[in-house]
């Protein structure tokens, strides 16, 4: 009996080519769309993603099946990101997506359709080890999305399969030529599929009453803000004012939103810290033996850079070689890296930054 494997399509050429890669190695495969909620202000995309889907499981001779997801979507992530916002702090929805709908939801509708597993267009990879799996870096490190699976546990690991997390992406665009899939050519999508074309700023203003208020630099007035709640530490950009339109650009280093003020320097490592403290921290496997020494990542795609985790009164704490730029309500995931380049960067788990 072929184990069956339902494939989440997103209308996009990394699923699409994950699941011709699996029918190929003779998995049965079912293409599945997942219906995530939407907001009735924004051009929704995901009829013409749909489509996209139900064309690919058409050209790869595969069954089609879809689930609505919109009220978990909207309960788990959204409504989450709103009230985080509100707060003051900058979640991460992409990580809460993965947990809640992708690995979550998504994957218990599967088993209940009759999956052994499911399979995604993410780029990463996984193997086992000593009686447990560990999640790695893509072969495609400029891809590679490990930052925004470090929630799985090792049930998730296991009933998961990625299937372009091995190769690069200009060999996955040339298999979906290969394999005629007709969204061969279509563009990557960037961003938040709920946000879609307007900025996170003009969506939450649809959520979040926000009033303009002072830009504080070394306790002067020296801009406006929209909101408090719409700026994230670390962010570089210019505030005018009435007096000077064409203001120098600062680094955000603290928000208030009671107070609605927003705190700036000219200097970069005002925003870095020598430390931070984390919440909510998840392990893929198991906790180390503290202290730990590894390499943090604080946002998609930057530049690790050392740090020994440590445990005390406040919960986990990371010291940094290093001050880091850090925002409250971010990832910061823990990667154990390699000592050579013919090997793998682990990727051991993360926290909430606090």
């Given amino acids: ?58 050209a790869l001779g595969l069954p089609f099946k879809e689930i609505d997801l919109s009220s978990e979507y909207k309960k788990e992530v959204v409504e989450r990101m709103i009230s985080d916002y509100a707060r ?22 599967a088993k209940s359709e009759g999956a052994h597993g499911i399979a995604t267009g993410h780029y990463a990879r996984k193997r086992e080890v000593g009686g447990h799996i560990e999640l790695l870096r893509a072969r495609d490190l400029a891809k590679d999305q490990s930052y925004f699976l ?17 190769i690069l992406k200009s060999e996955v665009r040339a298999l979906a030529k290969k394999f005629n899939v007709p969204v061969a050519k279509k563009h990557d999508s960037q961003g938040l599929c709920f946000v879609g074309e307007v900025s996170m700023a003009e969506f939450l203003k649809r959520f979040i009453a ?13 801009g406006e803000h929209e909101g408090a709640a719409l700026y994230t530490i670390g962010q570089r950009r210019g505030f005018q004012t ?24 000219a200097r970069r490592e005002d925003a ?65 890296q390699a000592d050579t380049l013919d090997k793998d960067d682990v990727c051991l788990g993360g926290g909430i930054l606090q």
């Fill in 1 to 58: 009996m072929r184990h069956r494997i339902f494939v989440g399509l997103s209308g996009g050429v990394d699923s699409a080519v994950s699941a011709a890669l699996l029918k190929e190695q003779g998995y049965d495969v079912v293409g599945a769309f997942i219906k995530i909620w939407q907001p009735e202000f924004i051009e929704c995309t995901w009829r013409e993603d749909r489509l996209d889907a139900m064309r690919v499981c058409t």
């Fill in 88 to 109: 003051g702090v900058t979640p991460n929805p992409d990580v809460l997506c993965n947990q809640h709908i992708k690995f979550g939801s998504f994957a218990k509708w």
């Fill in 150 to 166: 470090y929630r799985m546990g090792q049930l998730d690991l296991a009933r998961t399969m990625f299937p372009v997390g091995s």
């Fill in 210 to 222: 926000v009033f303009p208020g002072p830009v504080l630099c070394d306790g002067k007035i020296v």
């Fill in 242 to 265: 009435p007096q000077d339109p064409a203001s120098s650009p600062y680094y955000v280093i603290g928000t208030d939103v009671a107070q609605n003020n927003v705190y700036v320097s």
């Fill in 272 to 336: 870095e810290r020598p430390s931070a403290v984390l919440s909510n921290v998840h392990w893929g496997y198991r906790e180390p033996k503290l202290p730990h020494r590894v390499h943090v990542q604080a946002r998609y795609h930057e530049k690790t850079v050392g740090a020994t985790l440590t445990k005390g009164a406040k919960g986990f704490v990371a010291t940094f070689e290093t001050p880091h730029m850090t925002s409250p309500g971010q990832s910061l995931v823990f990667y154990q």
